[in-house]
């Protein structure tokens, strides 16, 4: 039986919210990573971007937690005042579809992605998202594999 490669992404990996889910975390120690599995090898990220529409906005005293849904998927991300300034966020409403770079996170068994930046894009932008995340993958995959000569 062929050992595991795990490939961890120093980087923001772009995932599907699809993929952000319990069975595909991994916690060391304090750190949370993502483990995604990808033809024969398993790729390994802390730091993330994903895509969907904010469904909901739920004011906490420290935090805000926004719903993002994209293909009847749900992912979390928790937006904190030192990371993005809450007064920039005015514009992030039910509805607006969005980009997010971030770390993913757990706790007491809620995992979320700790946002760094979240950028408003046309609904378009969610297919060329898809398709650039395969085409990283693949170059990923192919960056490890050697050639034959």
């Known amino acids: 039986m062929a050992e595991e490669r795990v490939i961890t992404v120093d980087g923001h990996l772009r995932v599907l919210p699809s993929e952000i889910r319990a069975e595909n975390i991994v916690k060391i120690g304090a750190a949370v990573s993502l483990n995604l599995s990808f033809k024969d090898v ?11 529409v904010v469904k909901s906005l739920y004011k906490w005293r420290s935090f805000q937690d926004y719903t993002l849904s994209f293909e009847e998927h749900e992912v979390i ?69 050697p050639t034959k000569t």
């Open 77 to 145: 991300v928790r937006v904190w005042p030192d990371k993005i300034p809450v007064e920039t966020m005015g514009w992030l409403v039910e509805g607006t579809p969005v980009l997010v770079y971030g770390m993913i996170r757990e706790f007491n068994g809620v995992i979320y992605v700790s946002a760094t930046l979240i950028k408003k894009v046309p609904e378009t932008y969610f297919e060329v998202f898809k398709r650039q995340l395969v085409v990283d993958r693949e170059l990923i995959l192919r960056s490890i594999t």
């Open 42 to 52: 398993t790729l390994r990220a802390r730091k993330i971007s994903t895509i969907g």
